[in-house]
Nanobody, 115 residues
Framework: QVQLGESGGGLVQAGGSLRLSCAAS????????MGWYRQAPGKQRELVAR???????NYADSVKGRFTISRDNAKNTLYLQMNSLKPEDTAVYYC?????????WGQGTQVTVSS
């Protein structure tokens, strides 16, 4: 069973930075796609950033230029560097991995941005 564990969330003031990590229980080479999603209270879960099966990256318009997705294959870890955080970035952030028509989710990490 694939396990994904997020960490790095917390409380930060507007304009601050956080780096989220997602540690996978097996090689991330085995996944077709990996990415970060978020869900704010009362809203649907939405894409934040992801690596596609072709190795390219996609970002939500709301985070372009502020967030950067990266990965360390040797550590089986996915990262999300978040800069210039805004109160509207407040949400639970989830890591997602997909392969062979299956998807896996982490338990999420809370990010709260105060104004």
């Amino acid at each position: 069973q694939v396990q994904l564990g997020e960490s790095g969330g917390g409380l930060v003031q507007a304009g601050g930075s956080l780096r989220l990590s997602c540690a996978a229980s097996e090689s991330i080479f085995s996944f077709n796609a990996m990415g970060w999603y978020r869900q704010a209270p009362g809203k649907q879960r939405e894409l934040v950033a992801r690596f596609t099966s072709g190795g390219t990256t996609n970002y939500a318009d709301s985070v372009k230029g502020r967030f950067t997705i990266s990965r360390d294959n040797a550590k089986n870890t996915l990262y999300l560097q978040m800069n210039s955080l805004k109160p509207e970035d407040t949400a639970v952030y989830y890591c997602r991995a997909a392969r062979a028509f299956k998807e896996y989710w982490g338990q999420g990490t809370q990010v709260t941005v105060s104004s």
